[in-house]
């Protein structure tokens, strides 16, 4: 779990320092590793197109940013027919108070939510924590 919110907290700076890009896709070579998504080669290769496009996703962690504390997203829930397959569950960050950026995890709609929820929060409080 450490390794896991040091690379987000990681990634997260490099994100703010070095790119203009408003969405970094880390780790999206581990759904190959799901069963449940890599059984259907078409819906995952959808949801790649997706993680191309990138406007979709933004429109996901605009969503989240407009919830405070952790946002869960299973399947249709998240109004794009992409993600109809996967869940995502997002926390937004803060810079001095000021909501700055989400960090999120997309995996199976049967993935371990007991796990993901607190890592995800807890990455995001770090990151808060670190960027003020």
């Given at each position: 779990m450490t390794g896991l919110m040091n690379a987000a907290i990681e990634i997260g700076n490099d994100a703010l320092q070095e790119s203009s890009e408003a969405v970094v896709i880390a780790g999206e070579h581990r759904l190959f590793d799901v069963r449940d998504l890599s059984d259907n080669l078409s819906s995952l290769k959808s949801l790649f197109e997706?993680?191309?496009?990138?406007?979709?996703?933004?429109?996901?962690?605009?969503?989240?940013?407009?919830a405070h504390g952790v946002k869960i997203f299973i399947g249709g829930e998240s109004d794009e027919t992409m993600l109809k397959e996967v869940?995502?569950?997002?926390?937004?960050?803060?810079?001095?108070?000021?909501?700055?950026?989400?960090?999120?995890?997309?995996?199976?709609?049967?993935?371990?939510?007991?796990?993901?929820?607190?890592?995800?929060?807890?990455?995001?409080?770090?990151?808060?924590?670190?960027l003020s």
């Open positions: 997706l993680f191309e496009r990138k406007s979709k996703l933004l429109q996901l962690m605009e969503l989240s940013r407009q869940s995502v569950v997002t926390a937004p960050y803060e810079m001095e108070g000021k909501i700055v950026g989400t960090v999120g995890v997309i995996g199976p709609r049967r993935m371990a939510y007991e796990r993901i929820i607190p890592i995800v929060d807890i990455t995001a409080r770090l990151l808060s924590s670190n």
